[in-house]
């Protein structure tokens, strides 16, 4: 594991996902952890732009997003969709497990 701090919120917590970039931003972390079960189902619903606008504000910032989702195809095929355009671009990752996604955040 790298030496480079990895801001999750914690475990219990319902974070609004654009506070935590903030907290990312204004610590200056670089490196954000997410998990679908401590998240409000809003973020899985792309018609409130939640997930977009917090992927788009944290690549401005330079910080890179791990977002730990055991079961993708739970969720609607748009979701599906922009997980995997979003996960092209290097800033963004989807993951199935939370040790995939610190690893990829390690070695991003």
């Given at each position: 594991?790298s030496?480079t701090?990895?801001?999750e919120?914690e475990?219990?917590?319902?974070p609004?996902?654009?506070?935590a970039?903030?907290e990312?931003?204004?610590?200056?972390?670089?490196?954000?952890?997410?998990?679908?079960?401590?998240?409000?189902g809003?973020?899985f619903?792309?018609s409130?732009?939640?997930?977009?606008?917090a992927?788009?504000?944290?690549?401005?910032?330079?910080?890179?997003?791990a977002?730990?989702?055991?079961?993708?195809?739970?969720?609607?095929?748009?979701?599906?969709?922009?997980?995997?355009?979003?996960?092209?671009?290097?800033?963004?990752?989807?993951?199935?497990?939370?040790?995939?996604?610190?690893?990829?955040?390690?070695h991003?």
């Amino acid at each position: 594991m790298s030496d480079t701090p990895i801001f999750e919120p914690e475990s219990g917590t319902t974070p609004e996902i654009g506070a935590a970039v903030t907290e990312c931003i204004e610590s200056g972390c670089r490196l954000l952890l997410l998990d679908e079960e401590n998240l409000p189902g809003e973020v899985f619903d792309l018609s409130t732009r939640v997930l977009g606008d917090a992927v788009q504000r944290a690549t401005n910032y330079g910080i890179q997003m791990a977002l730990v989702v055991r079961d993708p195809g739970r969720y609607s095929d748009a979701f599906q969709q922009f997980v995997r355009e979003a996960s092209g671009r290097g800033a963004f990752g989807c993951f199935r497990t939370r040790e995939e996604a610190v690893e990829w955040l390690d070695h991003g």
